[in-house]
Structure formats: C-alpha cells, structure tokens
C-alpha cells in the first residue's frame, strides 16, 4: 500500500465555483493514539486511520477552502471523542459535546465563512430498547440545538474481509424486535435516522422504512455497493440487485439518500489507493451509474451529495471530490443542482439557511 501520508492535491480548476454546498457528511476525531498502536495496514479501511489519524476543524477547513462553495456542513457519528467515564451507554455523548464546541467555534466567525458541524449526528445503540431514549435526551442537551439525529450502523458480512477492523456485529440489526422499540423513540423526539449497511442488506433497510414510514431515514452512502474480498470482481454482476433494491427502498416517501461515499475500500474501484491519483473525469465514469441511478429512483428533492471525509481521502482529495460529484450531474438543470448540492440536506437536517 501507499506510504500513509496524506497526498497532495491534483489541483484541478473548480467546477462551478460559486454553486452553494452543504456537505452533510464528514467525520472529525483524533485516532493518533490508536493508530500508533495498529499493525501496518492490512486493510484498507486500517489504512485510512493511518493516514488520517487526525481530522479536526483545522483540516476540515483546509479542505473546505480549496475552493467550492462549501457553505456549512453535517458531522456523521463516528465514535470520536466518547467520554471515558460514567455509564457505559451515555460515553458516546461526549462525541456530541465535542462536536458541539467546534460547532461553537465555527459559528464565531473567527474560522472563515464555512459554518462547520451546523447540524450534528450522534450516535446510540437501539437494540437496548426503549433505553435508548434517556441516551437522546443526553445527546440533545450535549448538542446545544444543533442535535438532530443518530446513526446507528448495521453493516455486516459473513466475509468478515469485507469490512476488516468495522466488523462490529452480526447481520439482521436493523430486524430485531429490539432495535426497533429503541427506533420508534427516536420518531417521539422528532429526530432523523442515518442509515449504513451493505448492499446485500438493503432488505433490512426497506422493511425497517415500511414499519415506521413516518419516520425521516436517510441512506448513507447509496448503500455501499461491494467489490472487496467476496465480493471483488462482481461490482458489474450485482449491479441490478443493488439497483432493484434502491427502487424498492425509494418507494418509501420518508428515505433520503446521500450520493457519495463510492471512494471508500468497499468498491474497490481503480481508483480505489491508486499510485497515481484518479482526475475527476475517471472518479465521475466509476461513480456515475450510481449517481444517475438513485436520482432517478428518488428524484433530486431526496438525494444529496457528500463527502464522507476523510474516509473518501483513499481515492481523491476534497477539491477532486466535488468536482467529480459535479461532473456526474453535468447536464441537469440549476434547480436540481441546487437540490441536490444544498437544498435536501438543509430541508432534512432542519438546518434553516
């Protein structure tokens, strides 16, 4: 693998510069510890806390400033920062109290235009139950009124390759009687759902929409479709079933979808750690049947792109990214544009601007 070191940009000219973005999905944590106690990356995913073992406001801003139009941004849970004390089921409020307090930070105006962490998604396991409303209200205090959901992942694989050091749980999460008594509390507060699995797991997620179809769910990362371990080399012969999948979850008024997240291991597209950075022409072709695919199913009032930085980092930077996001929707019209780059995300995350 690649020398964990984060590249330089391609620096390519910017696409639509002055096109107005809410990135509604990036992480921040601090993973220096951990990663100088992980073994040479044997995993992509190992990789990727070996060469971003730090993302705070500093590099967020970095990124965001390399010059799209990044207005504000969503923090996605990623278990950063959890409290080190107290009870085991309240330690992940400490991830929203930190985020919170670079929100704050952000909102100062000291830091640039960029409204960082504007809104704020946090995590709790459900499967505990009606428990888990005691942990919403925690988060909800912590987030100073910018809480405004969880995710609370359900990515699983009998090849346990596949998701490498993420294997945290067996599949059928997002089925079980419990989960969903914890679910249904999150519909009583008025908060949103983020949603990561895989793509054999679709089914789960279109159930789970059908039983609480009140409730406002966004799937993450058009499902992470798969071409890594068992999966290598059948991106193409999968195709249709993630397709399917996607038209039967659509069907489902209250899902919303983030387009994004196609840089990650799980594709393992060329461009996927490749010695030589992949353009956005390249980026744009890999991700492009996706892309088009979701709009269509679910119309731009329910699509929106992201970055899921710095995970996506594996395959391009920041300004190469969004770039790439725009060549994929090149011909559609400034009102789609403006759904798809701003509009769902500030409508579905509540966030006002």
């Known amino acids: 693998m690649n020398k964990a070191a984060r590249p330089k940009l391609l620096k390519e000219d910017i696409i639509e510069p002055a096109l107005p973005i809410i990135d509604p999905h990036h992480h921040l944590w601090d993973y220096r510890a951990l990663a100088a106690s992980l073994p040479p990356p044997d995993h992509p995913f190992t990789f990727i806390i070996h060469r971003s073992g730090r993302y705070l406001l500093d590099d967020l801003l970095a990124d965001t400033s390399t010059g799209h ?55 709790t396991e459900l499967n505990q139950g009606a428990k888990a409303g005691e942990v919403l209200d925690a988060l909800a205090a912590a987030g100073g009124g910018r809480f405004r ?3 609370d ?77 068992a999966y290598k080399g059948r991106l193409e012969e999968r195709f249709a079933v993630w397709r399917d999948n996607i038209g039967e979850l659509a069907k489902s008024q209250n899902v919303h979808v983030k387009l994004g997240g196609l840089a990650m291991p799980f594709c393992n597209f060329p461009s996927m750690l490749s010695d030589k950075r992949a353009p956005s022409t390249q980026l744009a072709q890999e991700w492009r049947p996706y892309i088009e695919t979701c709009i269509e199913a679910f119309g731009p009032k329910r699509c929106m792109f992201e970055s899921n930085f710095p995970v996506d980092e594996v395959s391009c930077d920041y300004p190469t990214l969004w770039n790439a996001l725009k060549l994929t929707v090149k011909g559609a019209s400034a009102d789609e ?12 995350y509540r966030m006002g601007l």
Not at 190 to 205: K, M, S, V, Y
């Open 153 to 229: 992942t359900a990515s699983a694989d009998a090849d346990s390759t596949v998701l490498g050091p993420l294997n945290r749980r067996g599949t059928g999460l997002y089925m079980e009687p419990k989960f969903r008594e914890g679910f249904a509390e999150l519909g009583k507060r008025g908060l949103t759902f983020d949603a990561w699995l895989l793509e054999p797991q679709l089914p789960d997620l279109i159930d789970l929409a059908r039983a609480f179809p009140d409730q406002p769910i966004c799937l993450d990362h058009v499902g992470t479709p798969l071409g890594l371990g």
């Open 337 to 348: 544009k403006a759904d798809l780059f701003f509009n769902t995300a500030n409508r579905f």
């Open 69 to 123: 139009n990044i207005r504000a941004t969503v923090f996605m849970e990623c278990g950063a920062m959890y409290r080190a004390d107290g009870p085991a089921e309240m330690k992940s409020v400490g991830e929203v109290e930190f985020v919170n307090g670079i929100a704050a930070m952000s909102a100062s105006g000291l830091f640039g235009p960029t409204r960082a962490c504007a809104a704020i998604v946090g995590h």
């Open 149 to 151: 959901g969880i995710r």
